[in-house]
C-alpha cells in the first residue's frame, strides 16, 4: 500500500498543511500510520476520507457535524458520494447563474448603462453562507440514533434574517468557515457602486482592498511539519 506525507497531501489537495495537522488533532482525519521519525503517513483511504470531508464542508456542514457523520457505523460512502454529487451539480447550476449576472452587470457598467439592483441582490442570495439544502440534511439525520445532521452550537443559534459578524479566526477553525469568499463579495458589491457614481479613486482604493483581502485570507501553506 502506498502511504503519503502530509507535504504530498497537501500539494495533490492544494488544504493547507495546517488544516491537516487541525484535523488529526480534533480527530475528524488521522493518518493511518507515522513513520519512525514521527511522520504523518496517508493511505489512499484516507485520501477518500478527506474527500468526504471537503466536500460535506463545501456543502455546509459544520467540522463537528462531519465528525458525527464519519464516524457513524452506519455511514455509507457509496450513498453519500451519489447525494453530494447531485448537490454539487446543483450548486454549480447557482454559481453559474451567479456568473451569468456578474457578466451582465459588467457589461452595463461598460457602457454606463444603469444597473438593476435586484441582479446583485440575487447574486448575493446566490452566495449566501447558509447555503446546505433540506434534501442533504434530512439525508444526514435519517438515523434518529446517530443524531446526525445535529448542528454545532454556534450552528443552532444561527438566524438567516440576522447579519452575523465572520467569526474570529479561531471559531472559523472550528465551523469551517472560509471568510474570503464573504469578504470579497462585500468589497466588490461596494466597488460595482462606487463605480456607478463614478468615484475612480474610490473604486482604486477598493480594488487594494481587495488584493489585500486576497493575501490576508490565503491558507497558509508555508511551514511544513509532521
Not at 9 to 34: A, H, N
Not at 126 to 140: C, F, G, Q, W
Amino acid at each position: 500500500m502506498k502511504y503519503y506525507q502530509i507535504k504530498e497531501i497537501s500539494q495533490m489537495t492544494s488544504l493547507s498543511i495546517r488544516s491537516l495537522q487541525y484535523y488529526d488533532e480534533v480527530g475528524l482525519l488521522k493518518p493511518t500510520k507515522r513513520s519512525d521519525s514521527g511522520y504523518r503517513l496517508y493511505s489512499e483511504t484516507d485520501l477518500l476520507i478527506l474527500q468526504q470531508i471537503i466536500t460535506l464542508k463545501f456543502l455546509g456542514f459544520s467540522l463537528s457535524t462531519i465528525k458525527e457523520i464519519l464516524a457513524n457505523p452506519n455511514f455509507n460512502l457509496a450513498a453519500s458520494m451519489s447525494l453530494q454529487a447531485r448537490e454539487l451539480s446543483e450548486k454549480a447550476n447557482k454559481i453559474n447563474e451567479a456568473a451569468s449576472l456578474l457578466t451582465y452587470i459588467a457589461s452595463q457598467l461598460e457602457i454606463n448603462q444603469p444597473i438593476n439592483w435586484q441582479s446583485s441582490a440575487k447574486i448575493i442570495e446566490i452566495l449566501e453562507l447558509n447555503t446546505m439544502s433540506d434534501a442533504v440534511l434530512k439525508k444526514y439525520q435519517s438515523v434518529n440514533e446517530s443524531e446526525l445532521g445535529k448542528k454545532s452550537d454556534y450552528d443552532s443559534t444561527y438566524n438567516p434574517n440576522r447579519l452575523y459578524p465572520i467569526p474570529r479566526a479561531g471559531k472559523r477553525q472550528e465551523i469551517g468557515i472560509d471568510p474570503a469568499p464573504i469578504l470579497l463579495l462585500w468589497v466588490l458589491t461596494a466597488g460595482i457602486i462606487m463605480k456607478s457614481l463614478g468615484s475612480t479613486k474610490k473604486v482604486n482604493r477598493w480594488l487594494g482592498l481587495v488584493k489585500f483581502f486576497m493575501i490576508v485570507t490565503r491558507p497558509n501553506s508555508s511551514n511544513p511539519s509532521h
